[in-house]
């Protein structure tokens, strides 16, 4: 059964501490997202990348930091410079640009972050 | 800049009540259009998308959604509402282009009562 698995469901960090969110599709995906959620604001792109070994920031970059080395894995580290990190944390993913703007995003579980 | 606007962010209905629920972009060319849902502790699916063609378009769960270019509208309706469809609701916007981002409107929580 295909999908995209984000792990762990909830994650509890101290301050100061840098932390990774797992992200792994064996959906065939060429390109992967990260979004982070918060209430009222909607989703906000953090790093998208389109193709292994590459990758760019997305609106909200500042204090994340990823890395795309397998087609089917993209994982979020959450760095202390991250201001505010506690948030609800998305991945998705999607059809390469070869497919053109059509393919829609699917998406993870995501991942609650709360920095104690 | 490019973003998506949601005017409602919560929505309270009664069951078998009608639903429309705003979404406006900016301009920005020839842009696809997407609506997800996220139903409480699930992860979001798509609702219905709109490339091109017929501007009413047909998702899943009895919901639609109606393209209207010149005012820069995708709006989200259903003509009868169920408890089941308590969630949140999200408009996004592809403008394509090199990057294929989305970008997601701020979300409409819809709490139906029985």
């Known amino acids: 059964d295909g999908g995209i698995t984000q792990s762990p469901k909830y994650l509890f960090r101290k301050e100061g501490q840098n932390v990774t969110l797992s992200c792994e599709q064996n959906l065939n995906h060429d390109a992967m997202y990260w979004y982070r959620q918060d209430p009222g604001q909607g989703l906000r792109l953090i790093y998208y990348s389109q193709i292994v070994n590459d990758f760019q920031k997305g609106d909200i970059a500042e204090g994340y930091s990823v890395s795309r080395e397998k087609k089917e894995s993209f994982p979020l580290t959450v760095t202390s410079a991250q201001k505010n990190p506690t948030a609800f944390y998305l991945c998705?993913?999607?059809?390469?640009?070869?497919?053109?703007?059509?393919?829609?995003?699917?998406f993870g579980d995501g991942t609650r972050l709360s920095i104690l | 800049a490019q973003s998506v606007s949601q005017h409602n962010h919560h929505v309270i209905l009664s069951e078998a009540a009608s639903l429309e629920l705003g979404c406006n972009y900016s301009y920005g060319g020839t842009v696809n259009l997407f609506w997800y849902v996220q139903y409480p502790g699930q992860h979001l699916q798509l609702l219905l998308k709109y490339f091109s063609g017929d501007p009413l378009v047909k998702g899943i769960k009895g919901f639609e959604a109606e393209f209207i270019k010149s005012k820069f509208s995708f709006n989200l309706r259903k003509p009868s509402v169920q408890w089941s469809d308590t969630a949140e609701y999200f408009c996004a916007v592809n403008y394509g282009g090199a990057t294929n981002k989305l970008i997601f409107g701020t979300g409409t929580l819809l709490a139906v009562q029985p």
């Open positions: 998705a993913s999607r059809l390469g640009r070869a497919s053109g703007d059509r393919q829609p995003q699917h």
